[in-house]
């Protein structure tokens, strides 16, 4: 139990999430939040704890999911797609 609250609220082990990503998470988050609080029952919850989710991951500058995928693409065999600038 220890280590899953450490995880949660320890200092992050790198910074995978840009700074626009953060700041769109953030606004995302608030918006989801706006919509649950102004829908009662069950969906409003369930955009009140995606806000909330999306908030923690802007303001943390860190993604678990986010850090799974980029691990998942160095292990394929076929290189990635390429990045436009």
């Known amino acids: 139990m220890y280590e899953v609250l450490r995880e949660l609220f320890g200092k992050p082990p790198t910074h995978n999430v840009t700074t626009a990503e953060k700041w769109v998470s953030i606004g995302g988050g608030l918006v989801l939040i706006g919509k649950g609080l102004k829908r009662p029952g069950p969906l409003g919850l369930i955009n009140l704890a995606l ?17 799974r995928l980029q691990e998942m693409r160095e292990q394929r065999v076929i290189p990635p797609p390429p990045r436009f600038k």
């Open 51 to 67: 806000g909330a989710a999306v908030i923690y991951r802007g303001a943390r500058g860190y993604c678990p999911a986010k850090r």
